[in-house]
């Protein structure tokens, strides 16, 4: 550990503060952190957290969520300008929309959403609980939004619903082509591939698992396969890397990395300690009915 790096654990304990970090953070912030988790994990962490001061290493809508499930605590993103480009493929206005085209329809929203996104549907779900939020909902009609590739995989998963897909996809890993994970897969024909659902539905078909980041890390941490060829962010290569020093673990395509994960400094996770970030605040109309559908997505699981 580094001198910074002890200043920040000093200050964090004696702040009695709470950091957390995304799965898909830089190695230097994750060591810092008390708790590394998917953004699901992270939100449910700062629900229970007991200390007041949450930091939430990741991108916006992660510390929006913790601060909606927590209204009452100072929740703090470090690096202020970390965004999700999937995020941002979908206005509140677009929702309203869609809901007019499809008066029956609930509205699922993806987690990696803004929260006046959240704000103006029904329910929420993560990539390991949209088949379920989908099957527990009475409608035929689902609207789901904003990634196509979830939405499509949840499609493939409940033929008997009507899953009605919104045209945004995360970048970063919807540049998967089906001709990286071919080329791997005959590269290194031994290796079992595991892939997000956030890809897309062509390279979903090479896997041999399908997973959100944390069952990813899971499956790989389980099985007795020596080769393992990831098919989601960097971040979790690194972290099994790390951990499986004897196995051969491989990134599908070298430049898998989401550069808004990555803006987390950690001079950004001490300025928050300092005191010298802004809190993160949210409209209270809008954090009441974004809560709405984040409880009820817990209410489910
Ligand atoms: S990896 Fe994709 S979904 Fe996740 S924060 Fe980056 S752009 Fe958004």
Avoid at 74 to 82: I, K
Avoid at 208 to 221: H, P, Q
């Amino acid at each position: 550990m580094n001198e910074l790096q002890k200043k920040i654990i000093d200050l964090k304990n004696k702040k009695d503060a709470l950091i957390l970090s995304h799965y898909y953070q830089n190695m230097d912030v994750q060591k810092v952190s008390d708790e590394v988790g998917d953004s699901f994990a992270l939100a449910k962490l700062a629900q229970k957290a007991k200390q007041e001061l949450i930091i939430l290493c990741g991108v916006r809508f992660m510390a929006e969520s913790a601060k909606i499930l927590n209204p009452e605590k100072a929740v703090y993103l470090p690096a202020g300008d970390a965004g999700c480009p999937m995020a941002d493929m979908i206005s509140p206005q677009q929702v309203l929309e869609l809901r007019k085209k499809h008066p029956q329809a609930a509205v699922v929203c993806y987690v990696n959403s803004s929260a006046e996104v959240k704000a103006q549907s029904d329910i929420c779900c993560t990539s390991s609980s949209a088949e379920k939020i989908v099957r527990s909902l009475p409608n035929k009609d689902i609207i789901f939004i904003p990634d196509r590739n979830l939405g499509s995989y949840v499609a493939k998963k409940i033929p008997e619903k009507n899953i009605i897909l919104f045209e945004g996809c995360c970048p970063i890993h919807d540049a998967v082509s089906p001709d990286d994970a071919l080329s791997m897969k005959k590269a290194f024909p031994k290796a079992k591939l595991l892939v997000h659902p956030e890809c897309r539905p062509q390279v979903l078909e090479y896997a041999d698992y399908i997973g959100s980041t944390a069952e990813i890390l899971d499956w790989a941490r389980k099985t007795q396969a020596q080769e393992l060829i990831i098919g989601t962010e960097s971040g979790v290569y690194e972290i099994l890397k790390h951990e499986m020093p004897d196995k051969k673990i491989m990134l599908i395509r070298e430049d898998f990395l989401c550069a808004d994960m990555k803006k987390t400094s950690l001079e950004d996770v001490l300025a928050c300690l300092e005191g010298e970030k802004e809190q993160l605040s949210l409209p209270q109309k809008e954090l009441e009915a974004a809560r709405q559908s984040l409880e009820r997505m817990v209410a489910v699981k």
